[in-house]
């Protein structure tokens, strides 16, 4: 049977040994000791689904780096790159175009509050460059704090944002960033008990933290709506409130980093929203057009902006809203508001996939804790449910968790791993039964994570 881009298998195998062939001799991946690798091709995708370059179908539990919201080759997001293509290939940034204009129409209309002027970016990093650039130049401020177990990128200031290992080889120690510990119950920093206790500890925490390290020193709070690659911590009740509150109370900016919780993830448009606070700044990226042409941004409130009305802002891209990236930015926020995309990321998370996940939970003693909301979740895999110990280190992969995920591969599931983790982010637009699939084949590949536990 061919593949649904109209390969058959045997053009399939010859392209995919081909794109093999030259991704070793001249590739060079992200993250990565370039000789310990060998990626998989993808030959083909539509909707949940990958095929690999021997023609497997597998389900895509991770949507790339969870960013395919949308889901694979959406026709009318294919449509509206193609007929932009026809159109208007790319123009300068310092013309208007109606593909922007549209799209940031579109973004306004959904962000929380007055966040209605839109800078756009390639990607997240560089929006979170951005966004702390203006930060900085609103207040007057060096500094940027930002909470251990974080991403928020791979370009300089947002590698030094970022609170996991990818900062280390990269940090020289004079970004102006300060770490603090956000709310994570199930490894406290803070001995809480309880949800209220742990968003209650977190925020002396930070008040502390900004006491200390003196309030007129920090332009900016950066913070992960809920912290993505670092595990999918869902803020405790009142915490984003409180961060809210000490931002206003110390003249400080808050930007909530939503590149990778935005745009129907978390089963709203804003991961934000569902705590009912409104930052000063949003970044976005990846779901805002599920990556089909690269694009990202800022979201900006009418008090920041105001700062650059008669300043010049000192930034700028190329590309800043490039016509084919935000047509399908354009088509793919159409699609989600009509197709009701983002109902159906909240309602497969409450209804099939926490059920699910809680129900594995009872049965695979490697499972220390199931969390998230929508389509937005993490197991956290441990050796011993009574110490925590975790099934991989922190920065590291143990045999137990490539077992486990080349089990869940090799029935065809793809997941998305961070050390000791297993995210289960597949697009917002998965229907029941494709969830109920990945979730038995995480089921049979759970045994083997069990063997390794005590
Ligand atoms: N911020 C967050 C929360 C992310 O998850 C990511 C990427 O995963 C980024 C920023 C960086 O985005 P990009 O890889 O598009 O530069």
């Given amino acids: ?61 991770s949507s790339q780096m969870v960013n395919t919201n949308i889901g694979h ?81 791979g370009t300089e200031t947002a590698v030094n944002l970022t609170g996991d290992p990818r900062r280390w080889p990269n940090d020289h120690g004079n970004s102006g960033v300060v770490h603090f510990f956000g709310p994570f119950r199930y490894r406290s920093q803070f001995y809480a008990s309880t ?9 002396e925490h930070l008040e502390q933290t900004i006491a200390l390290e003196g309030p007129g020193t920090i332009a900016a709070i950066i913070l992960e ?9 869902v803020p405790p009740p009142g915490y984003l409130a409180g961060v809210r509150e000490l931002c206003d109370r110390h003249g400080i900016v808050f930007i909530a980093d939503e590149v990778m919780a935005g745009f129907g993830r978390t089963g709203k448009w804003f991961a934000i929203d569902n705590f009912d606070v409104v930052p000063d700044l949003i970044t976005f990226a990846k ?20 700062t650059f009305d008669n300043r010049v802002y000192p930034g700028g891209l190329t590309y800043s809203g490039h016509p084919l990236a935000t047509a399908a930015a354009v088509a793919t926020i159409n699609a ?9 990321a909240a309602d497969i998370g409450a209804r099939v996939i926490g059920p699910g996940l ?14 998230g909301l929508g389509v937005f979740w993490a197991i956290e895999l441990v050796r011993d449910r009574e110490t925590r110990e ?7 992969t143990s045999p137990a968790m490539t077992e486990t995920v080349a089990a869940a591969k090799a029935a065809g599931l793809l997941l998305f791993v961070n050390f000791n983790r297993l995210h289960v982010v597949p697009p917002c637009t998965i229907s029941e039964s494709e969830t109920k699939e990945g979730l038995a084949i995480l089921d049979q590949a759970l045994t083997l994570a069990d063997a390794h536990t005590v």
């Fill in 73 to 153: 080759q959406h026709p009318k997001v294919v449509a509206a790159i193609q007929e932009q293509a026809a159109k208007l290939c790319t123009i300068a940034p310092g013309y208007a175009n109606d593909a922007r204009s549209e799209a940031a129409r579109l973004i306004a209309e959904r962000t929380p509050g007055e966040l209605n002027r839109i800078f756009f970016t390639n990607a997240g990093a560089d929006a979170v460059e951005h966004a702390v650039r203006m930060a900085r130049l609103h207040t007057g401020r060096p500094k940027v704090l930002a909470r251990y177990r974080s991403y928020h990128g």
């Fill in 358 to 371: 809680r129900e594995l939970a009872e049965r695979h003693p490697s499972i220390g804790e199931v969390r």
């Fill in 195 to 203: 949800e209220a206790e742990e968003s209650q500890r977190a925020l």
């Fill in 287 to 306: 779901g805002v057009n599920s990556g089909y042409v690269p694009l990202g941004g800022v979201a900006i409130a009418p008090h920041i902006a105001a």
């Fill in 336 to 344: 989600m508001q009509e197709e009701g995309i983002v109902e159906n």
């Fill in 1 to 61: 049977m061919s593949l649904p881009n109209g390969l058959t298998p045997d053009a399939a195998r010859e392209q995919a040994a081909r794109a093999y062939e030259l991704d070793r001799k001249h590739v060079f991946h992200s993250w990565a000791a370039q000789s310990t690798l060998k990626p998989m091709v993808i030959s083909a995708a539509q909707g949940s689904y990958v095929w690999d370059g021997d023609g497997n179908r597998l389900l895509d539990f």
């Fill in 390 to 396: 975790p099934l991989a280190p922190y920065g590291g």
């Fill in 225 to 233: 709506s809920v912290p993505g690659t670092a595990g999918i911590m």
